[in-house]
């Protein structure tokens, strides 16, 4: 019964994302479908002058220049400043003529894993109750249509992971090998977050936090084994994207976007304060609700950390895990509070 209305919730969700029509809102729109329909061509990573403007006057943007943003590299081709994972994750949609659902196909990814993850942490019901306030909110409804940006698709990496993650830590009684490999797509699924939005990054090392302190608490019963294979995947991982970027983009820290152009700065944080919270708000009313979980998952440890048996044990785990949330919901919300473009915005 669970299991089926937590379909029905993603069903729904579906029915109301492919009702709307599909349009490009913004440039980035325009950066990212370029670099999908050159992939679906043949042509990975970089274009020649005269492919990029071949592509451009295909796609209806300036004939007599490479597509909106766009920049040159240093051999003289051309490539998206944007990441570049989503590409490698949509095109495959694109060459089968249904790229409306690639950003729905990793949404049911991430009910999946936050049904599993949920569950065995809250119990019945808890997966159901943490699908249906995914395909709800309001950040889902204004992203999963639009079929050419990568925003829903890495938060649905990231929330597919952490759930499949939650699973591995909590399932005491489960084999190590399956807590492993299960952990292991989990680490997965925020990596390739992580190569589609760079700034992910903060969200991936609250998890390397979160999993090497289950391990040292031990109340986990993690074993090292299953601990280093995963902090393995995130070691090849990280020295994949550096190999990557050094050869793409001339560095190991260098990205598409050319210097100053994507800033973060202390000074920007008083600004994106003033103005930021409520468009939160605005588009993800739930966050309150998550605000009061958090301190009420504090306020009964506070009161039941004496206490040993059952209930001690549940209100230290609880609170272990919303920490864990917590961490990576402020870590990427800090670091965007210090984003300078923001300061800019209405």
Not at 159 to 186: D, F, I, K
Request: with cysteine.
């Amino acid at each position: 019964m669970e299991a089926t209305l937590a379909v029905a919730a993603f069903a729904a969700l579906c029915v109301v994302v492919l009702s709307v029509a599909p349009q490009s809102a913004e440039p980035d729109d325009g950066a990212y479908r370029a670099s999908i329909v050159a992939m679906t061509e043949g042509h990975f990573l970089t274009l020649s002058t005269a492919q990029a403007e071949t592509l451009a006057r295909k796609l209806g943007d300036n004939p007599a220049a490479p597509p909106n943003q766009w920049i040159e590299l240093s051999d003289g081709r051309y490539i998206s400043e944007k990441d570049p994972g989503y590409p490698f994750l949509a095109s495959p949609f694109q060459a089968a003529g249904i790229i409306r659902w690639a950003p729905l196909f990793y949404g049911a990814l991430a009910c999946l894993g936050l049904f599993v993850g949920a569950r065995r942490w809250l119990g019945r019901f808890g997966g159901l109750a943490a699908v249906g306030l995914y395909c709800s909110s309001g950040a889902a409804l204004a992203f999963a249509w639009r079929d050419y940006m990568p925003t829903f698709t890495d938060a649905s990496l990231i929330a597919a992971g952490s759930g499949a993650l939650l699973w591995a830590v909590l399932a005491t009684e489960a084999s190590s090998r399956r807590r492993t490999w299960v952990g292991l797509a989990g680490f997965a699924a925020i990596e390739i977050a992580t190569f589609v939005r760079y700034t992910n990054i903060v969200i991936l090392g609250c998890a390397v936090v979160a999993v090497v302190a289950a391990w040292r608490l031990r109340a986990a019963r993690l074993p090292l084994r299953t601990l280093c294979w995963w902090l393995a995947s995130v070691a090849v991982f990280g020295a994949g994207v550096a190999i990557f970027d050094d050869l793409v983009y001339g560095g190991p820290l260098t990205t598409g976007y050319q210097p100053g152009e994507v800033t973060f700065a202390l000074g920007a944080i008083g600004p994106n304060l003033r103005i930021m919270p409520a468009h939160l708000m605005q588009a993800m009313p739930m966050l309150v609700f998550g605000l009061i979980a958090l301190a009420w998952i504090i306020v009964r440890w506070l009161v039941l950390r004496r206490i040993g048996g059952q209930a001690g044990a549940v209100a230290r785990r609880d609170l272990a895990v919303g920490a864990a949330l917590a961490a990576s919901w402020f870590a990427i919300w800090g670091l965007y509070s210090a984003y300078t473009w923001t300061t800019d915005r209405p």
